[in-house]
């Protein structure tokens, strides 16, 4: 009888669990729905996404063939945004620079989010040396700029979509790590965490159970919110020649190519440049709107 009623119980406290946790995100999209500069970013962010899902049906043409005689053509109704030096359709080449600079960027996060919160959480959960250790490592390569870090990475290991995404990642790494700790510190003496430690659970199992789940809202904010950077690195780092080369679209290496053509043809710089603009815009609004959702005390 007592087994029963004590999985009844159990039961019912999972059933309260979740209906607190649909609860919170109808709350939370409730506040982000109101705020219709994020909404707008949203819509930004799903276009782009869209876009560079579908870019083989949505393009108009093949982004890599080449029309000798129809070379720098300006924008019209066979090309909404002109040709290049190529004859290259221009809107084609800047739907599919928005899958590279997608693909390059989610990579580079995920790598960078997954190194730098194990650093992160281990360091503020373990303490002691180890995380003074892994601190200073971290301060090191905080106070060399990002990009400049990422030019050395991506000169030493070579141009290419993985490469880029390396030399991106690495320049990430300490402020993902520098933001776990912090959360982990603020979380590690809280009463649950103290109440898994006397129930038995291992440092591990705490870890993974306890505190990871609890960093989840600062953490994508921060992603949400650093993407749009990086798109913006990797841009920069194929305009000077470092990142994806031609013939691969991208974004920087496009406003690279047209820039000696800018004052004849603008459409070649500025439409890709319009779009690099339009997607960190996004990015931002979006990620400034989902912070204000997030943050509790704003529920007033």
């Known amino acids: 009888m007592k087994s029963y009623e004590q999985a009844n119980a159990v039961e019912g406290a999972e059933d309260s669990g979740k209906m607190r946790s649909r609860s919170q995100m109808k709350d939370i999209w409730r506040r982000l ?3 219709k500069l994020a909404m ?17 049906f949505i393009a108009p043409y093949d982004h890599t063939a080449q029309d000798l005689k129809n070379t720098f053509a300006g924008p019209s109704k066979a090309h909404l945004m002109g040709t290049d ?17 997608l693909l390059v960027a989610i990579t580079a996060i995920a790598m960078a989010l997954v190194v730098g919160g194990l650093i992160g959480v281990s360091a503020g959960f373990l303490g002691g040396a180890y995380d003074g250790t892994l601190m ?13 870090l990422a030019v050395c990475v991506s000169a030493a290991l070579g141009s290419g979509v993985i490469n880029t995404a390396i030399a991106i990642a690495v320049g990430c790494v300490p402020g993902y ?16 965490v103290e109440a898994a430690r006397v129930c038995g659970e291992s440092r591990f199992g705490i870890m993974i159970k306890e505190v990871v789940p609890n960093t989840l809202s600062p953490i994508i904010v921060e992603t949400t919110l650093r993407i749009g950077a990086c798109i913006l690195m990797i841009s920069s780092l194929s305009f000077i020649g470092l990142g994806v080369k031609p013939p691969v679209a991208e974004w920087g290496s496009m406003l ?15 439409f890709p440049g319009l779009a690099i603009m339009a997607t960190l815009f996004g990015f931002n609004l979006f990620g400034d709107g989902l912070r204000d959702a997030l943050d509790p005390r704003l529920k007033r």
Request: glycine share 8%; proline share 1%; no cysteine.
């Open 33 to 35: 729905a109101r705020n």
């Open 177 to 192: 790590a520098r933001l776990m700790r912090a959360l982990v510190l603020s979380i590690r003496d809280q009463e649950y």
């Open 256 to 270: 690279s190519d047209g820039r000696q053509y800018i004052r004849q043809y603008w459409h070649m710089v500025t």
């Open 40 to 56: 707008f970013g949203l819509v930004i962010i799903v276009i782009l996404v869209i876009a560079a899902v579908f870019a083989n």
């Open 136 to 148: 200073r490592v971290m301060d090191v390569l905080m106070a060399i700029p990002g990009f400049l």
């Open 85 to 101: 030096e190529f004859g290259r359709d221009i809107l084609s080449r800047v739907i599919f620079g928005g899958r590279i600079s």
